[in-house]
């Protein structure tokens, strides 16, 4: 579906929105969709949440309906679009990582389902993984952890590899624990790990160009949801410098990225749909335990191995979950 369809579908499913949703008994309930990036950022996503609500229950357009609010990677912008689907009463609110923050700030009634890679209980949305308390609960993919593996299937695919580039946004909420737990694997098999900070477009092309003098032997790309909307960028120059590099998720390998491993988001997501379909049956948050993603893939784009005169081996392609040629 093109960007200009996407939008226009989404528009529409807003004007028809009725501000009253709540206001009659047996009205249809309205979910608030909050999110950080864009559309087309998201919207292979919303097949998995939306999957989700059917399993309980839930068909949009049928007997629930989603107001969508994209901030457009402006972050600024998440407080007032939490801060409008407030006001308008919705029965719960969807939202990534940053998204849930300010929506915590915006509401403390207003159920809210999240996902995010950082540890919830750290960043302080709910007390704790088992009982969340208050009014937030949703699914965590935990991407620190997931770090020490990315590195490792680094190593096996380029087994002469000693030195390699971090790329992370100094803005993302997980950025610290992500390179904390990088770093400390890094050094458990002999690599030497540098740090390349970038939170806006410019700043990633200049990230890559300090590969001109110092040249990684592989380039490790965080996951943040600012370099998802970017990985069309960051995949170009990785492949115009010639270097390897690993992926936090498929939406970076189906651009034309060399490796990706980390949760299948859009099973993630639909995790996050039945637990928004379970808080519109009247689950209460505080009582929903914060739970793990359980599906994780690796994808490998052969073409691009091929491109950078790779030879993947043979125990690499046989433990993928795809392979693309």
């Known amino acids: 579906m093109k960007r200009r369809e996407f939008i226009t579908l989404l528009s529409g499913a807003s004007a028809a929105w009725p501000l009253a949703a709540r206001a009659q008994q047996g009205a249809m309930p309205v979910i608030g969709f909050l999110d950080p990036t864009s559309p087309d950022t998201f919207a292979h996503r919303l097949l998995g949440f939306r999957q989700g609500l059917k399993e309980t229950g839930y068909v949009e357009g049928e007997n629930v309906s989603i107001v969508y609010r994209f901030a457009e990677n402006q972050v600024d912008r998440l407080p007032e679009l939490a801060a409008d689907l407030v006001r308008h009463r919705v029965a719960v609110i969807a939202t990534l990582a940053s998204g849930a923050l300010v929506a915590k700030a915006a509401t403390t009634t207003t159920p809210i389902v999240f996902i995010m890679a950082e540890d919830p209980v750290k960043v302080g949305l709910v007390a704790s993984l088992a009982r969340p308390g208050g009014n937030l609960t949703g699914i965590n993919f935990l991407s620190a952890e997931l770090a020490a593996k990315r590195l ?174």
Not at 200 to 227: L, Q
Not at 230 to 246: K, W
Not at 254 to 271: C, F, I, K
């Open 152 to 325: 490792e299937l680094v190593r096996e695919l380029v087994p002469t590899a000693t030195r390699i580039s971090m790329l992370v946004n100094p803005a993302g909420p997980n950025s610290e624990s992500t390179l904390t737990e990088a770093q400390s694997a890094g050094r458990a098999i002999g690599l030497e790990t540098h740090i390349l900070r970038a939170s806006t477009g410019r700043e990633i092309n200049e990230a890559f160009a300090t590969f001109v003098r110092e040249p990684p032997d592989a380039v490790f790309v965080d996951i943040d949801p600012f370099f998802t909307s970017r990985r069309v960028q960051i995949v170009h120059l990785a492949s115009h410098h010639r270097v390897p590099a690993t992926y936090p998720g498929r939406q970076f390998a189906e651009v034309g990225g060399l490796m990706s491993y980390g949760s299948n988001l859009t099973d993630a997501w639909r995790q996050v749909g039945v637990y928004t379909g379970r808080v519109l049956k009247g689950a209460k948050p505080a009582d929903l335990p914060v739970v793990q993603a359980t599906k994780f893939e690796l994808v490998i784009n052969a073409e691009t191995a091929r491109t950078l005169g790779l030879e993947i081996p043979a125990t690499l392609l046989a433990r993928a979950d795809e392979v693309i040629e």
